[in-house]
């Protein structure tokens, strides 16, 4: 079985400042990683993915994580925010073989303030 | 449409009433998923569909939820005798086919609340 941590619940931050967002996961079996964005009232939009490959993965909008296998994290990073980042960001794994059933952690709500 | 659509968007339903939520997938979608999210908490997996064969259930909490994609392309969740910790809301997500490079796309949601 897959289990994702978020450990911060919500992360404050000035507009044009960086932010990092953790996420570690568990997993007995090869998985696949992602980032989700949720706006207020809407469902989740896929921010970016890791399959294989280059363990940097980028998405069109500036968000970057990085896949680190030994540490079992794929934390989000922004060099400078905006405050249309507002929202609230789940990690989620899946196992790379069959279907691909998402694992979610909590979320983590992030504030960007002006 | 170009999405995946849910609905209704909001449902208010008394103790022990049936209700049924239902989702259009982006058409030609073989994948179908639903998926319940608790308030403050991340989306948790309840059932997986390829085309009409439900292949997993294994996320159902009772056996008061159902659900069903008869034609392989609309779904409806059935929750009978609902429970107020039933209130939540429930996505549906679609993909094209299973398979690594198909991302799951996600409808809007059904908020329900159970009074």
């Known amino acids: 079985a897959q289990s994702v941590t978020q450990l911060d619940s919500q992360v404050p931050v000035f507009e044009e400042a960086p932010v990092e967002l953790r996420c570690n996961y568990s997993s007995s079996v090869s998985v696949y990683l992602f980032w989700y964005v949720q706006y207020p009232n809407q469902g989740l939009q896929l921010l970016l993915k890791y399959l294989s490959g280059s363990t940097l993965v980028e998405s069109i909008n500036g968000f970057e994580a990085e896949f680190n296998k030994s540490q079992t994290s794929f934390h989000l990073r922004k060099p400078s925010v905006h405050i249309s980042d507002t929202a609230e960001y789940f990690c989620a794994v899946s196992r790379n073989t069959g279907f691909q059933k998402l694992v979610f952690g909590t979320g983590t709500r992030l504030l960007v303030s002006p | 449409g170009a999405g995946v659509s849910q609905s209704p968007r909001y449902k208010v339903a008394k103790r022990g009433q049936d209700v049924a939520l239902r989702c259009d997938p982006i058409?030609?979608?073989?994948?179908l998923f639903w998926y319940q999210q608790a308030l403050g908490q991340g989306p948790e997996f309840l059932t997986y569909?390829?085309?009409?064969?439900?292949?997993?259930k294994s996320g159902l909490p009772s056996d008061r939820f159902f659900a069903e994609r008869p034609e392989g392309s609309v779904s409806t969740l059935k929750i009978q005798r609902t429970q107020q910790e039933d209130s939540a809301v429930y996505l549906c997500?679609?993909?094209?086919?299973?398979?690594?490079?198909?991302?799951?796309?996600f409808g809007d949601g059904t908020r329900l609340s159970i009074l």
């Open positions: 569909f390829q085309n009409e064969a439900q292949l997993d």
């Open positions: 997500a679609s993909s094209l086919r299973q398979g690594r490079d198909q991302p799951q796309h």
């Open positions: 058409s030609g979608h073989v994948s």
